[in-house]
DNA sequence: ATCCCTGCAAAGAGTTTGCAAGTAA
DNA sequence: TTACTTGCAAACTCTTTGCAGGGAT
């Protein structure tokens, strides 16, 4: 698992440009402009090689089919669990203080690779008054 | 929404009494012992009712199906994404740094409700060096 | 040659929904 | 007697897989 693949370079180049947190289906059909023949099952197997590889992230979501993001720079996601709206923004996370701790208290060093919080945003709340 | 439903009950029992982050099958599985009538569709309304109203918590997995949690206690969940295991700990998320950071950078307010840990744990991590 | 790759179509996992009937307030 | 609930079965959404052929090294 790891030859040249224009295929898979095309889903890679796709999400470089795109930076809106697409789901498997919208990488689906930004990817189709470029390769014309390329058919799902080729999405989601590359898609799943690229988390594995480490280049994208998986982004596992309350409502709606899961979702990826390139990372271009380190940062992080607050993810609305009604609407699914994904925020990002930058938080310095001490990493280590947290591994730490879960060392200590799980006797466990767990790779982190995101941290992510989920809630409600603003606009969800204010529908639910209504 | 919001009758008695001696079906609904049974299900946040089973959550109350365990803590084990069962999956929605594991709960309908587990609810049978108390409601050998229960259908899996009546359990997955009320699971999603019983989230809706806060009752217990969706955790969002890489791995497999989702699984739920009974709030009885604050605390964080650090999540393995290749074998889904998931660790309870504790520690002292700064929630209103955290929203009042969010509030700056997408200037929305967010209600959090919890905030995850995705990482590789050691065990895994092991295994693919072999 | 060998290994990884693809498209297609079919299958799979997990979850939701429409309906007619039952139960609570 | 109104509003919410249930079980059943069918539908649905998202994702994975087997296979036969194609491409890279």
Redesign the interface.
């Known amino acids: 698992m790891n030859n040249y693949s224009k295929q898979r370079e095309a889903i890679l180049d796709v999400m470089k440009e795109n930076r809106t947190h697409p789901t498997a289906e919208e990488i689906y059909k930004l990817v189709l402009e470029k390769e014309s023949q390329i058919s799902k099952s080729t999405v989601y197997r590359n898609i799943n090689i690229l988390v594995d590889l480490g280049k994208i992230r998986?982004l596992?979501?309350?409502v709606g089919p899961d979702r990826y993001d390139y990372l271009y720079k380190e940062h992080s996601h607050?993810i609305?669990?009604k609407c699914g709206k994904i925020?990002?923004?930058?938080?310095d996370i001490d990493k280590d203080k947290?591994s730490n701790?879960?060392l200590k208290?799980?006797e466990?060093?767990?790779?982190?690779?995101?941290?992510?919080?989920?809630?409600?945003?603003?606009?969800c709340?204010s529908k639910n008054k209504e």
Chains 1, 2 share one sequence.
């Open positions: 998986k596992n979501m309350t607050a609305c669990e925020f990002d923004f930058y938080y947290i701790e879960l208290q799980i466990k060093n767990i790779d982190i690779n995101s941290i992510i919080i989920y809630g409600i945003c603003e606009d709340k």
